[in-house]
């Protein structure tokens, strides 16, 4: 029972949803895909094929790029099948592993039913991209306002605490002036009762 589902109905099914064959030319293609090969070849070929997959992503748009921003390339889908396909055909160009079997069967299939194969390859392509250094994130103005600011106000702080220790040497000098005044002052009160007296003697001889 099982051989003639798999014999006569299971192929009667996929030809009624399959009337171009282009899934079975994939899943045909799928199976025939050596990777262990195409992985040992772009391990064999890697500095030749450094600067020439980078100088193909570099001319690549931007869906492509996008691909590779994480450690594994993105999925495949309809909205950037067209862009693969293109990078697909420039990778056949410069030989690398594996991307002109790709390329010519998604030519026959179309990009979903061999998103596994296309996947493979863009992973080994990922190696050989260039990782774009991160920058180095400038402070926000209003933040280096704001430290500019506490800088302006601590200086003017130490100023201000500076600036009394000079008045104070200042009054040192002036406080001494103040109490030699007053002892002036009190030995001048001191001497006139002694001149009063020393007059008062003075004026009895006169009379």
């Known amino acids: 029972m099982t051989s003639i589902w798999k014999t006569r109905v299971l192929p009667g099914?996929?030809?009624i949803f399959d009337k171009d064959g282009k899934k079975a030319a994939a899943v045909e293609f799928l199976k025939?895909?050596?990777?262990?090969?195409?992985g040992k070849e772009t391990e064999d070929k890697k500095a030749?094929?450094?600067p020439k997959v980078v100088e193909a992503y570099e001319a690549s748009p931007p869906e492509v790029k996008a691909l590779f921003k994480d450690k594994k390339p993105a999925k495949i889908t309809k909205k950037n099948s067209p862009a693969v396909t293109k990078f697909l055909d420039e990778l056949a160009k410069i030989e690398f592993p594996g991307a002109k079997l790709v390329s010519d069967a998604v030519a026959k299939s179309g990009t979903t039913p061999l998103s596994p194969a296309i996947t493979f390859v863009l992973e080994k392509v990922a190696p050989f991209i260039p990782k774009e250094e991160p920058k180095a994130a400038e402070p926000e103005p209003a933040a280096a306002e704001a430290t500019t600011r506490e800088v302006?106000?601590?200086e003017e702080k130490k100023e201000e605490a500076a600036e009394p220790a000079a008045p104070a040497e200042?009054?040192?000098?002036?406080?001494?002036e103040v109490v030699e005044e007053k002892k002036e002052e009190e030995k001048k009160e001191e001497e006139k009762p002694a001149e009063a007296e020393a007059a008062a003697p003075a004026e009895e001889e006169k009379k």
């Open 48 to 50: 030749e094929l450094q």
């Open 152 to 154: 302006t106000v601590e």
């Open 13 to 15: 099914i996929n030809k």
């Open 170 to 176: 200042e009054t040192a000098p002036a406080a001494s």
């Open 32 to 38: 025939s895909f050596n990777k262990e090969e195409v």
